[in-house]
């Protein structure tokens, strides 16, 4: 019999790559052009953000890593590199998450942003020293302030719709109450 808590690991790791899933799939469908010339939210990165900084272990390294290196092929964007930056990020916010639960969510929505700010800027200084041709600046400053205006919708989201909630101080996973 599977224990309560592998039980519950896995069918919120399901339901991440279900969401993801849908966001790609919703990203792809041609429902006509955007005409507000914003860039949309990197849904699937700030949603695996909030979910790791509230419970580590529902989201797999190895599972975030493909999710956003089969987007990248699919959006046409530079193979590798967003994912790699994205899984630097998320893996640094895993590391300290334990620091989060204690701090309040502006704390968490700076942190977040300066991660987001930090990826930005080492993928621009690697695509310099790789000599690649880049996007225009002020289009990925505006898509930094678009995922940074959005992490809260993605982590009230995940707390109220999805019940992706820390655990309470002093607690760890293996003590945690199914759903």
Sequence with gaps: ?????SLQRWIFTGLFLLLSMFIIFARVLPLGADTSGMPPPDTI???????????????PVALFAAILLVSDLLFLRPPGLATAMAVIGLEWLRARSDLMRERGFIIEWATVASVLA???????????????????LGLAVVSLAVDILFYPL???????GFRVRRL???????EARLI
Excluded: Y
Excluded at 1 to 5: E, F, G, R, T
Excluded at 45 to 59: E, H, I, K, M, S
Excluded at 154 to 160: D, F, K, N, R, Y
């Design 45 to 59: 990165v700030l949603l695996g953000f909030a979910w790791v900084l509230r419970r580590p272990d529902f989201v």
């Design 154 to 160: 993605i982590a009230a989201l995940s707390v109220w």
């Design 168 to 174: 309470a101080p002093g607690k760890h996973a293996a």
């Design 118 to 136: 930090l990826m930005l800027l080492g993928e621009r200084i690697l695509l310099v020293l790789l000599v690649v041709p880049q996007d225009n």
């Design 1 to 5: 019999m599977i224990s309560p808590l």
